[in-house]
C-alpha cells in the first residue's frame, strides 16, 4: 500500500471506465476505434511530432490497432490509463490522453495530452485534463497528478494552468525536444487536497 494514498474500506481503487464532462466521453483505449484514430494522428502529426516522442513516423491502422490493444490491457490491470476523448454530443474523436505511473512517488500520476488538429483551441484539453485528474483522486486515491511539458510548448502550459495545475518546478534535466532542441521541462502539479 502506498503511503499517504487516501484507500477508502471496501472500495476498490480504479480508474473509471467512464468520465464524463458537460461536453466530453473519455474512455479506455478502443481498439476497434483503430481506424478512426489513426485518421486524427495523420490529421494530426506535424503537431505531434513536435512534442511527443511517439510520433515519431506515422503509423499505420496496424501499428495504432496495436498500441490500442496494449494500452487497454494496462488499463485493465491498472498499470497505466490511456484514454480516448470523443464529443459528448457529436460522438467524433477529438484525441487522447493518459494518466501514466511514470513517477517515482506511486502516490502520484502523470497525464498526458493530445487533441486533433481540427479540434484544438476549444477547450477541450483543458476539460479533459481536469475531469482525469478529478477521476485521478476519487478513483485511485492519488495525493497529485503532474504535467510535465517542454518549456518551449506553451499551448500544453496554459491547458495546465487553465486545468487548475500549478507551476511547482522548471527543471534542466536533459530533456531534448524530438526537434532535437534542449528544453527544460515545466512540472505542473495539482493536488487532490486542492481539488
Not at 481498439?31 to 516522442?53: F, H, K, M, Q
Not at 522548471?170 to 505542473?188: A, F, K, L, N, T
Request: glycine share 10%; with cysteine.
Amino acid at each position: 500500500m502506498n503511503r499517504g494514498v487516501r484507500l477508502m474500506p471496501g472500495f476498490p481503487m480504479r480508474f473509471p471506465p467512464l468520465v464524463h464532462t458537460s461536453r466530453l466521453l473519455i474512455r479506455p483505449a478502443d481498439p476497434e476505434a483503430a481506424p478512426i484514430i489513426n485518421a486524427a494522428i495523420r490529421e494530426s502529426y506535424d503537431e505531434l511530432r513536435a512534442w511527443l516522442p511517439w510520433a515519431d513516423h506515422v503509423p499505420s491502422v496496424d501499428e495504432t490497432r496495436e498500441h490500442l490493444i496494449g494500452a487497454r490491457a494496462k488499463f485493465e490491470v491498472g498499470s497505466d490509463h490511456g484514454l480516448s476523448l470523443w464529443g459528448r454530443d457529436t460522438g467524433r474523436f477529438l484525441g487522447g490522453a493518459g494518466l501514466h505511473g511514470r513517477l517515482a512517488d506511486s502516490s502520484r500520476r502523470e497525464i498526458g495530452y493530445w487533441l486533433r488538429t481540427s479540434e484544438c483551441g476549444q477547450g477541450y484539453a483543458r476539460e479533459a485534463v481536469g475531469a482525469i485528474a478529478k477521476a485521478a483522486f476519487t478513483g485511485l486515491g492519488l495525493l497529485a497528478v503532474e504535467i510535465h511539458t517542454s518549456a518551449r510548448n506553451v499551448r500544453s502550459q496554459r491547458v495546465a494552468v487553465g486545468a487548475g495545475f500549478t507551476l511547482i518546478a522548471i527543471r534542466d534535466d536533459g530533456r531534448v525536444d524530438p526537434d532535437g532542441v534542449p528544453s527544460p521541462s515545466h512540472i505542473y502539479e495539482r493536488r487532490a487536497d486542492a481539488a
